[in-house]
C-alpha cells in the first residue's frame, strides 16, 4: 500500500485544499495518533483536522484516488459554512452560540460515552475469549474421557469381527 499511498501524495503535492500525508505514530506522531484514536497500522483518516473520519475504501491506488478526487475537498464546517445545508448551519449556529465552557462540557460528555462503548465491547470480547477457552478445554476433556472409556478398543473388536466374517480380509 506504501507505494500508492506515495504515488497519491505526489498527485496533490500542489493543492491547497488537499493533503495526502502520512504520520508515524512511533515518534514524533505520537501524540497526533492517541489523540485521533489511532491504534492499528496504517489507519487511513479523512476531514477535517478537528473530526477526522476513518477511510474504509480499498487500498490501491485507483480506489485512493477515486475517493480523494471525490471527498478530499472543501466540506461543510464552521470554516465553510456556505458549503452547508441549512440543518447543518442551524447546528453549527447552536454550537457556535454556546458558551465554550458548556461546548467543551458536551464535547468531554460524548467523548467518555464513545470510550464506555469501547471499554464494554473490549470486556465483551474478553468475555468471548474466556468463554471460548473454558469450552475448549471442556471439549477437549470430554473427547479424551470417551476416547478413554474404550472407543479405540470398540473399534478393534469391530474391525476384528468383521475381518472373521469376511474370510481374514481387513476392512477400513
Given at each position: 500500500m506504501k507505494p500508492d499511498w506515495d504515488k497519491l501524495?505526489?498527485?496533490f503535492a500542489g493543492s491547497d485544499s488537499q493533503l495526502i500525508a502520512d504520520v508515524d505514530c512511533t515518534e514524533d506522531g505520537e501524540?497526533?495518533?492517541?489523540?485521533?484514536?489511532?491504534?492499528?497500522f496504517p489507519t487511513l483518516k479523512w476531514g477535517d483536522p478537528a473530526d477526522l473520519q476513518d477511510y474504509e475504501g480499498g487500498r490501491d491506488y485507483a480506489s485512493l484516488l477515486a475517493f480523494a478526487d471525490e471527498?478530499?475537498?472543501?466540506?461543510?464546517?464552521?470554516?465553510?459554512i456556505d458549503?452547508?445545508?441549512d440543518e447543518k448551519k442551524a447546528e453549527i449556529a447552536k454550537y457556535m452560540a454556546m458558551?465554550?465552557?458548556d461546548l467543551e462540557e458536551q464535547i468531554e460528555e460524548k467523548e467518555e460515552a464513545l470510550a464506555k462503548i469501547d471499554s464494554d465491547f473490549e470486556q465483551f470480547i474478553e468475555g468471548l475469549q474466556k468463554s471460548y477457552e473454558e469450552m475448549m478445554e471442556k471439549?477437549?476433556?470430554e473427547k479424551e474421557a470417551i476416547k478413554k472409556s474404550g472407543l479405540g478398543l470398540m473399534k478393534a473388536v469391530r474391525a476384528a469381527m468383521a475381518a472373521k466374517e469376511g474370510g481374514g480380509k481387513d476392512e477400513l
Open positions: 501524495a505526489k498527485q501524540d497526533l495518533c492517541e489523540q485521533h484514536g489511532i491504534e492499528g471527498n478530499l475537498k472543501p466540506q461543510c464546517s464552521p470554516a465553510n458549503l452547508c445545508d458558551k465554550v465552557e471439549n477437549q476433556e
